[in-house]
């Protein structure tokens, strides 16, 4: 998946990815897609539960070795 921007977030562990995500975000302009690296499984809980919270899109979250990927898009 194309992102307009990544966020490296290994070695943090919650609620420090979300917390990066958030602030990145802002960046960001409406329609643009944020890549999060992680390493913590916590981000497939955390970041569906904050895109549902805040209204901003998760794309998909890959799973690879070692870590995770998520696509956020910014709605507003």
Excluded: F, S
Excluded at 18 to 41: R, S
């Amino acid at each position: 998946m194309k992102a307009d921007a990544t966020l490296d977030c290994i070695g943090l562990y919650c609620p420090m990815p979300i917390y990066h995500t958030a602030n990145k975000l802002k960046e960001l302009k409406p329609g643009q897609v944020l890549e999060v690296l992680a390493d913590d499984a916590g981000i497939k809980v955390d970041a569906p539960a904050w895109c549902r919270a805040t209204g901003n899109e998760l794309l998909g979250i890959e799973e690879e070795a070692g870590g995770y990927k998520v696509y956020i898009k910014k709605t507003k």
